[in-house]
Structure formats: structure tokens, C-alpha cells
């Protein structure tokens, strides 16, 4: 019975691996995108995953999109095209030297 389980052992360590060092953080990055999806507000400057910046004119929780105003003019997308990461570089306090 001890050899049974003993023989499992390297497969759940291998598992426990996988998931501390890769599903793990996937979901909390997840979760914080879900999040900022959710806090953006009108008059917010974003920029999305596929580069285009802008502010953010309109919300619709309805279908989860938001218009954002460019300089081309306003255009609909859905609250997932917003890039966290360059968004949060665009927003980020000056720090002076």
C-alpha cells in the first residue's frame, strides 16, 4: 500500500508545480484585469491592446463595451480590448528627480 502512493508522489509534486508557478498567477492577473475593467470611469485615459489611445467617453454595463474618445473620433470596444498594463504606464504620477 505504501509503495502505491509513494509511486504517485513524483506526479502530485509535478502538479503542485504546474499549478504555484502557472495556473495560479494566470488567475490572479485574471482577476485584476476583471477588476480594472470594472473601475474605469469617464474621463479616464486608456490605451488598448491593439494601440490605439484615447479617453473614455462612455460606459455601457449592459453589453460590458465603452466608447472611447480618439482623435479619429469615437469608437466602441469592449471593456476587455483596454490594456491594464500600458494603461497603468499612462496614468503613472511623474516621478521628478
Do not use: W
Amino acid at each position: 500500500m505504501g509503495e502505491g502512493i509513494s509511486s504517485f508522489l513524483p506526479l502530485i509534486a509535478m502538479f503542485a508545480v504546474v499549478y504555484f508557478f502557472m495556473i495560479a498567477p494566470q488567475m490572479k492577473r485574471a482577476k485584476k484585469e476583471k477588476a480594472f475593467a470594472a473601475a474605469l470611469k469617464r474621463g479616464d485615459r486608456v490605451i488598448t491592446k491593439s494601440g490605439m489611445h484615447g479617453k473614455v467617453a462612455e460606459l455601457n454595463d449592459k453589453d460590458n463595451s465603452c466608447v472611447i474618445e480618439t482623435l479619429a473620433g469615437k469608437i466602441k470596444f469592449d471593456r476587455s480590448a483596454i490594456s491594464m498594463e500600458m494603461s497603468s504606464k499612462l496614468n503613472a504620477p511623474v516621478v521628478k528627480k
